[in-house]
Antibody, heavy 119, light 107 residues
């Protein structure tokens, strides 16, 4: 069974940085685009970042572009999200997700990790 | 950006009933549309992709249809475990965007 396990969340002050990690297993990681999707408390889902199989191409929405960086280590089957200049509106549960082979949808998700940005 | 307008925001259904949830997009997305179910405290689960393709393991009570800018999710023979929030999402162009969600309550 595909497994995605996030880690690295916690409480961080505004303006500081935090890095999330996602450990992938039970599938051939290098074959799949990967992504981060977040959900603010009691709110809907928001796509945060996508990375290509090789890691050479990345995509971000305007809300995080220039502050967040997605990366991957195919040798370790791991995904990361470096978050800089954090704002209170970045407070959310962050999910690591595997992109479906048939399009930019997500067929497997991690359990999520909470990030709280507050002074 | 493609805006996703999902309706209704909430609905209540009885066991065995059939319901539909609608998703309108601000531009054509060529069936690059997915539906997810999310239960409290859990990650979303993919139900439908490509507008109408059923994800492996999802009961056939769930079906998707639509084209262009109008899509819908139908749930037939509603069961207690169908309670949750349903989201549509377009995978046609970046930025990838979601609908605001539909909360389904089982009476």
């Amino acid at each position: 069974e595909v497994q995605l396990v996030e880690s690295g969340g916690g409480l961080v002050q505004p303006g500081r940085s935090l890095t999330l990690s996602c450990a992938a297993s039970e599938f051939t990681f290098i074959h799949y685009y990967m992504a981060w999707v977040r959900q603010a408390p009691k709110k809907g889902l928001e796509w945060v970042a996508t990375i290509s199989t090789s890691g050479t191409t990345t995509y971000y929405p305007d809300s995080v572009r220039g502050r967040f960086t997605i990366s991957r280590d195919n040798a370790k089957s791991s995904l990361s999200l470096q978050m800089n200049s954090l704002k209170s509106e970045d407070t959310a549960t962050y999910y690591c997700a595997r992109r479906h082979t048939r399009g930019a949808f997500w067929d497997y998700w991690g359990q999520g990790v909470m990030v709280t940005v507050s002074s | 950006d493609i805006q996703m307008t999902q309706s209704p925001a909430s609905l209540s259904a009885s066991l065995g009933e059939t319901i539909s949830i609608e998703c309108l997009t601000s531009g054509g997305i060529s069936n690059y549309l997915a539906w997810y179910q999310q239960k409290p405290g859990k990650a979303p689960q993919l139900l439908i992709y490509g507008g109408r393709s059923l994800q492996d393991g999802v009961p056939s009570r769930f079906s998707g249809s639509g084209s262009g800018t109008q899509y819908s999710l139908k749930i037939s023979d509603i069961q207690p475990e169908d309670e949750g929030i349903y989201y549509c999402q377009q995978g046609y162009t970046y930025p990838l965007t979601f609908g605001s969600g539909t909360k389904l309550e089982i009476k």
